[in-house]
C-alpha cells in the first residue's frame, strides 16, 4: 500500500514551547487528517483538510494541506502536559478510498 | 452515548489456538473496520466493510478473516494465531464509505499477545 513518512517519530519537549510535525507521501491525496492517541485509547479526530493550500486550526492546533497535495504538517502552540500523546496523520487518495496512516509522532511534554 | 465498543481489551493465547476480537457500535454506521498499530508503522487496515454482507480486504489481510452479519458488529477472526500477529488491534466505524475524511470513530483496542 501507500506510505506516509511522518516526522519526527518523537518529541521531547518543555511544557510552553511550539511543535510542528509533518508528513510527506510520494503520491497525491484527496484529504489529510490528523489525529491524536492518548494512552490507552484509540486516534481521536483533530483536524480535517479537504482543498490543497487549505489552513486549518482548532484551539491551538493549526494544520495545513500542502500546496502539492503530497504533504501535510500540524503546529500546536504554547503545549500543555495533557497534549502528551501520539499524533498520527492519515491521507485519503480520493473520496470513498481507505485511510493510509502515518507512523506518529510520540510527545512528550515536560511540566 | 455514542460508541464502539472491542472485547477483550488484553488477551494472551497461544500459537495456533483460535480467537475472534468483537467490534461493536450503536451508531447505527455502515462502514466498518479493523486496523492493526505496531511500533513505527502506524495504523495498518486489515479488513474493511461497506455494509452488511460486504467485506474486502485492506492492506494486511494475511491471517485474518471478518464477517459483517450485522449492521452494528464486525468481528475479527484469528483462525491459527501466530506471534507475528502481535499487536495492538483497532476497530473503527463511520457512518458511510462516502469518503471525504468522514470521521471514523476509534474503539478502545485490544492489546493481543500471541505466545
Known amino acids: 500500500g501507500q506510505q506516509l513518512n511522518q516526522s519526527p517519530q518523537s518529541m521531547f519537549i518543555q511544557e510552553g514551547e511550539d511543535v510542528s510535525m509533518n508528513c510527506t507521501s510520494s503520491?497525491?491525496?484527496?484529504?489529510w487528517l490528523w489525529y491524536k492517541q492518548d494512552p490507552g485509547e484509540g486516534p481521536v479526530l483533530l483536524i480535517a483538510?479537504?482543498?490543497?493550500?487549505e489552513l486549518t486550526s482548532n484551539g491551538r492546533l493549526t494544520a495545513q494541506f500542502g500546496i502539492t497535495r503530497k504533504d501535510s504538517f500540524l503546529n500546536i502552540s504554547a503545549s500543555i502536559p495533557s497534549d502528551v500523546g501520539i499524533y498520527f496523520c492519515?491521507?485519503?487518495?480520493?473520496?470513498?478510498?481507505?485511510?493510509?496512516f502515518g507512523g506518529g509522532t510520540r510527545l512528550m511534554v515536560k511540566p | 452515548e455514542a460508541q464502539v465498543t472491542q472485547n477483550p481489551r488484553y488477551l494472551i493465547t497461544v500459537t495456533g489456538k483460535k480467537l475472534t476480537v468483537t467490534c461493536s457500535q450503536n451508531?447505527?454506521?455502515?462502514?466498518m473496520s479493523w486496523y492493526r498499530q505496531d511500533p513505527g508503522l502506524g495504523l495498518r487496515q486489515i479488513y474493511y466493510?461497506?455494509?452488511?454482507?460486504?467485506?474486502d480486504k485492506g492492506d494486511v489481510p494475511e491471517g485474518y478473516k471478518v464477517s459483517r452479519k450485522e449492521k452494528r458488529n464486525f468481528p475479527l477472526i484469528l483462525e491459527s494465531p501466530s506471534p507475528n500477529q502481535t499487536s495492538l488491534y483497532f476497530c473503527?466505524?463511520?457512518?458511510?464509505?462516502?469518503?471525504?475524511?468522514?470521521?471514523?470513530?476509534f474503539g478502545p483496542g485490544t492489546r493481543l499477545l500471541v505466545l
Open positions: 503520491s497525491i491525496f484527496n484529504t
Open positions: 451508531m447505527n454506521h455502515e462502514y
Open positions: 473503527a466505524s463511520s457512518l458511510s464509505f462516502s469518503g471525504d475524511g468522514e470521521t471514523q470513530y
Open positions: 483538510l479537504y482543498k490543497a493550500g
Open positions: 466493510s461497506m455494509n452488511v454482507e460486504v467485506t
Open positions: 492519515a491521507g485519503q487518495p480520493y473520496a470513498g478510498n481507505m485511510l493510509t
